[in-house]
């Protein structure tokens, strides 16, 4: 039987020696780096490749993270959807400022980025809502994110009534509350694990001028 005490976390251990980061290695612009890491990352057989902690400020500064999953990303900055009205999206309408964190165990990487978050318009959203399965479409009908319900049955039954009412409909429309976000990124930082601690990590921070100056910092 586990014992909660019997296990003495500050002895577990990894040695980080999967590859190392060189300023030469890095693109110009943090998007292409992010981008080729994401890549590499699935590649490697990662289970999540595109997950990614989304950190939101609440109310009296409190923060909140949850993981989200990374629907796109080009130049203009990185796309995600949910819920508007859950916990997340109106912490998002009230302060924009949000913070994103990747990590890639095999690969010893971690990505973190901060940056603005801007409402996708509609358009948008229903271009990506129409790609979904039809099971995924019908849970975002059924859940009304981040408020509370009496059971699990509630949840199954809303479910299953938006399945009957969309039954002989091709497609099923986006629901009012249900939409996405674009983080226009202004900070990056990304880290290599290393042997003894010695971790490579560089910062890519917005001249604001359409460019990125890079600096390397103390792991």
């Known amino acids: ?55 939101t400020l609440g109310e009296r500064g409190r923060i909140s993270s949850r993981v ?11 796309r995600f959807f949910t819920n508007t009205q859950s916990r997340k999206g109106r912490q998002i309408e009230a302060h924009p400022q949000v913070a994103l964190h990747f990590f890639w165990s095999s690969l ?9 978050a801007q409402p996708l318009s509609r358009e948008a959203v229903a271009g990506y809502f129409a790609q979904r399965p039809r099971d995924s479409q019908c849970g975002a009908w059924a859940s009304s994110q981040s408020e509370p319900v009496p059971n699990r049955q509630y949840l199954e039954d809303a479910y299953f009534h938006c399945m009957e009412r969309f039954s002989g409909a091709y497609d099923i429309p986006v629901p009012p509350d249900w939409g ?21 990590r560089f910062v890519y921070k917005s001249d604001n001028l359409g460019g990125w100056g890079v600096t390397r910092l103390a792991p």
Do not use: C
Request: no cysteine.
């Open 180 to 200: 996405g976000y674009l983080v226009l990124p202004s900070h990056f930082e990304f880290w290599q694990g290393r042997p003894g601690r010695l971790h490579d």
């Open 68 to 78: 989200v999953l990374l629907k796109g990303i080009d130049h203009t900055g990185l």
């Open 108 to 116: 010893a990487r971690q990505v973190s980025v901060e940056g603005i």
């Open 1 to 55: 039987m586990f014992e909660p005490d019997s296990m003495d976390l500050a002895l577990l251990r990894r040695e980080y020696a999967e590859g190392a980061l060189r300023r030469d290695d890095l693109f110009s612009d943090p998007i292409s780096q992010l981008q080729a890491w994401i890549e590499e990352a699935t590649n490697s057989g990662e289970t999540d490749p595109t997950a990614m902690t989304l950190s």
